[in-house]
């Protein structure tokens, strides 16, 4: 499972109107990380861009997950691209992988595995150019 968070730390504000819009900026940059998330995840299957944040009540957090169970394989690598690099390779009992390729049975002795597509840590990268127009939108919405 890969795990992203979005928190407000340090945040101590008695004044309501100060706290809307301390809301209202997460809310947007949760909307707009769920958008980057699902715009960076590969499209192959579809699966990956099921991305759903999970609010904390108060506002102030948000968990992001994918409902696809293999999204950590997608994300950090597998085999030779992977956290252990090292080719894959069939258990102990058995002498070859075997599996369907584009229609075709294929049987071999290891593969390389899948290279990182970082699709989260992508959207982390991108997200902090957003903070600031969410800010505005939320400033500008306090205003009315």
């Known amino acids: 499972?890969?795990?992203?968070?979005?928190v407000v730390k340090d945040y101590d504000?008695?004044?309501?109107?100060m706290q809307a819009i301390v809301k209202r900026v997460m809310f947007l940059t949760k909307q707009k990380f769920i958008e980057l998330l699902v715009d960076n995840s590969p499209k192959d299957t579809g699966n990956l861009a099921g991305w759903?944040?999970?609010?904390?009540?108060?506002?102030l957090s948000y968990k992001f997950k994918s409902p696809a169970d293999y999204v950590t394989y997608v994300e950090y690598g597998t085999g030779l691209y992977g956290p252990k690099?090292?080719?894959?390779?069939?258990?102990l009992k058995k002498k070859a992988l075997a599996f369907?390729?584009?229609?075709?049975s294929v049987v071999v002795r290891s593969v390389k595995g899948m290279k990182p597509r970082k699709m989260v840590q992508k959207s982390m990268k991108q997200i902090p150019a957003y903070i600031p127009e969410a800010l505005a939108i939320a400033i500008a919405e306090a205003k009315k």
């Open 1 to 6: 499972m890969v795990k992203v968070e979005l």
């Open 100 to 104: 369907n390729y584009k229609g075709e």
């Open 52 to 59: 759903k944040a999970e609010g904390s009540g108060d506002g």
């Open 85 to 91: 690099k090292q080719l894959i390779t069939p258990g």
């Open 13 to 17: 504000s008695q004044e309501p109107k």
